[in-house]
């Protein structure tokens, strides 16, 4: 058995297959809004949240 590694390239690749255009962007636009609430929202529960929804989505930010 071999192992592969799954890198976040390989999950958007597989994603834009999946997904319609509409669902594309609906998803980028959320993504957006998230990053300027983080961005303008200071709030440390507000801060703190969207930090723990960025690890659960697998992103690594330190």
């Known amino acids: ?3 592969t590694t799954d ?3 390989d999950r958007i690749d597989d994603a834009l297959v ?3 255009p509409a669902q594309v962007t609906i998803a ?3 993504i957006a809004a ?3 609430v983080l961005l ?3 709030e440390p529960m507000v801060h ?3 930090h723990t929804f960025r690890h659960a ?3 690594t930010c330190h």
Do not use: K, P
């Open 1 to 3: 058995m071999t192992a």
């Open 7 to 9: 890198t976040t390239r």
């Open 18 to 20: 999946r997904l319609t």
């Open 28 to 30: 980028v636009l959320t």
């Open 34 to 36: 998230l990053g300027f």
């Open 40 to 42: 303008f929202a200071q």
């Open 48 to 50: 703190d949240s969207l």
């Open 57 to 59: 989505a697998g992103i």
